[in-house]
């Protein structure tokens, strides 16, 4: 059997007749690889989809992580805050408890002072009133 002039010359005939450069073979795997190309492509675009769905998902995550973690450092300052408030009121009262112990005991000598002068003053008007 003789080759196919055109075969040989690179011109091959398709199943529709027509005139191709391309053999038939290579010819259908171009269009399966194109095909199979049409599909990842496919499948990346869904993918991409996808992807940009979760990220921005994880996103919105973060940002409420962030939001209730502020809410969380401004509440333990608060309550920091309001442990020293108390503890500084503890030592404001502390101090006038002590300041008011220190009063109490000079009222009380002054009392003793004046008990014994009052004393003394009775016994001379007694002394006076004796004498006459």
């Known amino acids: 059997m003789a080759a196919d002039p055109l075969a040989e010359a690179g ?3 398709d199943e529709l007749n027509k005139l191709r450069v391309l053999e038939p073979d290579v010819s259908q795997k171009t269009c399966e690889l194109k095909e199979e190309c049409k599909n990842f492509v496919d499948k990346i675009v869904q993918f991409q989809k996808t992807v940009g769905g979760l990220i921005e998902l994880v996103d919105d995550l973060a ?6 973690k502020m809410k969380a450092i401004g509440a333990r300052n608060l309550l920091k805050s309001v442990a020293k408030q108390r503890e500084a009121q503890q030592q404001q009262l502390q101090a006038l408890i002590a300041e008011k112990k220190m009063q109490l005991e000079r009222y009380r000598i002054e009392h003793e002072a004046l008990s014994k002068v009052e004393c003394e ?3 001379f008007i007694d002394q006076f009133i004796l004498q006459k």
């Open 121 to 123: 003053q009775n016994e």
């Open 63 to 68: 940002k409420e992580a962030e939001t209730e």
């Open 11 to 13: 011109f091959y005939f």
